[in-house]
């Protein structure tokens, strides 16, 4: 492939969880030899990878910015390429910047040092960032389901999350349908599904010394529990858990970076047991280790 046949690159500065989307995607169309033309599912992506669709959605964005995938109105996501053709768009993904704003904007957010509507001109001030960087800031934050715009101008925060009252109604919401959705009749166990969340899992327990990123931690966690309801079969469940997944990531997300060690492993662990439970074929036990889980979980 020559230098011209390149995808060009986007202006865009996507995140590090929607630039290693993409580069999954696009790793993952190579080794399997997808045709050009092929349907990029989004569904089908975030349970493989064990993410919500949010990113995935993202991820597909960017790559159809690069020229490597085709968004077609109505239809989805397809592959411009074959996958064998795919490897020079894979080193052409740019670097993701910006991520410290982001984080911070999440942590002051929590903390209680942002208002619930934003105020371009004092984050300009307070982050000390430029008003195009930080357009694209809060574009990002719009895709994840964090803030959304006012009418007339301006943003404001999803506040369906924001107080403490709010997430306790949200864990024992949880309760109810992730414990349930174990009892599902349709409930299958996705052994292929299992196996990646394992790994990943895995990976990131040996990781625990390098203090992994709270991002790293939170697409684990919410892929996981966006796992189980899949395999619930029950389509309702899963529009429930991907709408708790996107409020989570505001107020979650920054508890995550002030997790100890023991806290994050004691989830990990939580969560492998649930798995083990549910392989032996356990469903009540698996949803009693599930309660137990939600109700240790950090609020």
């Avoid at 969880?17 to 993952?28: G, S, V």
């Avoid at 053709?85 to 704003?101: F, G, K, Q, T, V």
């Avoid at 007339?152 to 864990?171: D, I, N």
Wanted: glycine share 6%; proline share 4%.
């Amino acid at each position: 492939m020559n230098e011209r046949s390149l995808p060009r690159q986007t202006s865009r500065k996507p995140s590090n969880l929607h630039t290693a989307l993409a580069k999954r995607i696009l790793a993952c169309a190579a080794e399997k030899q997808w045709s050009a033309g092929f349907h990029l599912r989004e569904a089908e992506i975030a349970r493989a990878f064990e993410v919500s669709r949010t990113p995935v959605r993202a991820a597909l964005g960017l790559l159809a910015e690069q020229g490597a995938v085709e968004a077609r109105a109505n239809q989805g996501f397809f592959l411009a390429r074959d996958g064998k053709d795919l490897e020079a768009a894979e080193r052409s993904l740019p670097s993701a910047r910006d991520e410290d704003i982001i984080h911070a904007i999440l942590r002051d957010r929590e903390a209680g040092r942002l208002p619930e509507n934003l105020i371009e001109t004092d984050l300009l001030q307070t982050y000390q960032i430029g008003r195009s960087a930080l357009g694209k800031v809060l574009l990002r934050l719009a895709e994840d389901g964090l803030i959304k715009r006012r009418r007339g101008h301006g943003w404001s925060f999803v506040p369906s999350l924001a107080s403490p009252e709010a997430r306790e109604e949200s864990y024992r919401f949880r309760m109810m349908i992730e414990c349930m959705g174990l009892c599902e009749p349709s409930f299958r166990v996705n052994k292929p599904a299992f196996a990646r969340s394992r790994a990943a899992h895995d990976a990131f327990i040996a990781d625990l010394d390098h203090t992994p990123s709270a991002e790293r931690f939170f697409e684990i966690n919410a892929g996981f529990h966006g796992m189980l309801a899949a395999c619930s079969g029950n389509r309702f469940v899963v529009q429930a858990m991907e709408a708790q997944n996107s409020l989570r990531r505001l107020t979650e997300y920054a508890d995550y970076g002030g997790l100890d060690r023991e806290a994050l492993l004691r989830s990990c662990r939580e969560h492998l047991a649930i798995l083990d439970a549910l392989e032996q074929g356990d469903t009540n036990w698996a949803a009693t280790l599930m309660r137990q889980h939600l109700t240790r979980a950090p609020r």
